[in-house]
């Protein structure tokens, strides 16, 4: 429905139509200009090095938008809280770093349609059982899955880093298939861009430019911006 919806609104603009429209101009502004994108560090959807170099798999996204819109990307990095408000404030243009759909921010910011679900699986290596009865789970610390794992009748083990060739939490695509299987799925979360409100027509720009990346592609620059899958990294 979504992709529908947005591309009857493409035809629209590309027919010289006035709708929507954006309050500030954003879409013309950036469009031979800047694209300023405020950057959350929330690897590896987005990732900042020691020299302050952006990477990561939105990262990469949002170097291809520009690219299409003939732009050039303006980086800031800095907390979610202080990126928002600058963006609800129009000094900036977008604000990634694994950004969902639950986000706080809905009342000051605009999100866009979601763009990717990612998935919170027990992914067990390939000669293992599918019962999860008194196995040891790898699980990132501060996670919300310890519950759910000993509600299954298997054992917790709180890690800061989830090893490689163990059962462990981890998200659906860095599951490699050649090693691993998913067992039991734990939710579900939406990702989507930060807008500022009011921009109408630079969010259907975005909003078309997102709905168009396949899942795969999407998979793909995680798994790169994480250093490899569940059995490659």
């Not at 010289?16 to 500030?24: K, L």
């Not at 202080?82 to 000051?108: F, Y």
Request: hydrophobic share 50%; proline share 7%.
């Amino acid at each position: 429905m979504w992709k529908r919806v947005i591309v009857a609104v493409a035809v629209l603009l590309a027919a010289g139509c006035q709708w929507p429209r954006d309050a500030e101009g954003t879409l013309d502004r950036v469009r031979g200009g800047v694209l300023r994108v405020g950057v959350v560090e929330d690897p590896p959807w987005t990732v900042v090095d020691d020299r302050g170099a952006v990477g990561g798999a939105e990262a990469a996204l949002v170097e291809r938008l520009a690219a299409e819109l003939g732009a050039r990307v303006e980086w800031i990095e800095g907390p979610e809280s202080t990126l928002i408000g600058a963006l609800s404030h129009q000094a900036l243009d977008l604000v990634i770093g694994g950004m969902t759909r639950s986000s706080p921010w809905t009342k000051e910011v605009a999100l866009t349609v979601p763009y990717f679900t990612s998935k919170r699986v027990v992914a067990v290596p390939l000669a293992a059982g599918s019962s999860l009865e008194g196995v040891p789970v790898a699980v990132e610390a501060g996670t919300p899955e310890v519950t759910f794992l000993a509600e299954e009748g298997a054992v917790p083990v709180v890690v800061d880093e989830v090893p490689a060739g163990v059962p462990a939490v981890v998200p659906d695509w860095a599951v490699d298939p050649a090693c691993q299987r998913a067992v039991l799925e734990l939710g579900s979360t939406d990702h989507s861009f930060a807008m500022a409100l009011g921009e109408n027509a630079f969010l259907v720009r975005v909003e078309e430019f997102l709905l168009a990346l396949p899942p795969e592609e999407i998979r793909g620059l995680l798994v790169q911006a994480r250093g490899g899958t569940g059995c490659g990294r």
